[in-house]
């Protein structure tokens, strides 16, 4: 079978004639590259939103108006919530949506559990994310210890979930 040469139905076709020669460990695979495929399509596009974003910042920056001072007038959009593909979870700040590992997020749940005020608490998943997730902090306008965010943040995760070493 020759790729470049044939058009999404074609293939749509041949992928469900050969389906049922699969066995189920053969249809397992299948099944787990597609939703990989699917999952890293989406990250795709996301990331292209962000870059549109960060274009706009660099423009709105140059034309004299920092995003910081619009970031702290505006209220804070916060979600977190569990993706179904594997241990992946997507943290929405500010309208931007981030990929955090099952690592990653256990540790931002772990400072959020451990720090024993809301100012430690920010200051140290400011220092975790500025120097592991740097991108989090840039796409989200982030740039202090103090945002608004940082704090909602924090209290999503230490109100929401469970510290697991």
């Known amino acids: 079978m020759r790729s470049e040469n044939i058009n999404r139905k074609d293939i749509i ?23 990989l495929i699917i999952h890293n399509m989406q990250i795709d596009k996301f990331n292209i939103q962000i870059e549109k974003q960060n274009k706009k910042i660099v423009e709105n920056r140059k034309k ?42 256990r540790k931002l749940v772990n400072i959020s559990h451990i720090s024993k005020n809301q100012t430690e608490g920010t200051e140290m998943l400011f220092r975790w994310l500025r120097k592991e997730r740097s991108d989090v902090l840039n796409d989200a306008g982030i740039t202090t210890n103090k945002s608004k965010a940082l704090i909602e943040l924090r209290k999503v ?7 697991k070493k």
């Open 64 to 105: 004299g108006k920092t995003e910081s001072k619009k970031q702290s007038n505006k209220k804070v959009n916060l979600i977190v919530e569990v993706e179904n593909i594997g241990n992946n979870f997507v943290i929405k700040i500010n309208n931007q949506r981030k990929h955090f590992s099952l690592g990653e997020f």
């Open 13 to 35: 076709k041949e992928l469900l004639k050969s389906i049922p020669e699969l066995d189920d460990k053969g249809l397992a695979f299948v099944y787990k590259q597609v939703k």
């Open 157 to 163: 995760l230490k109100n929401n979930f469970k510290n």
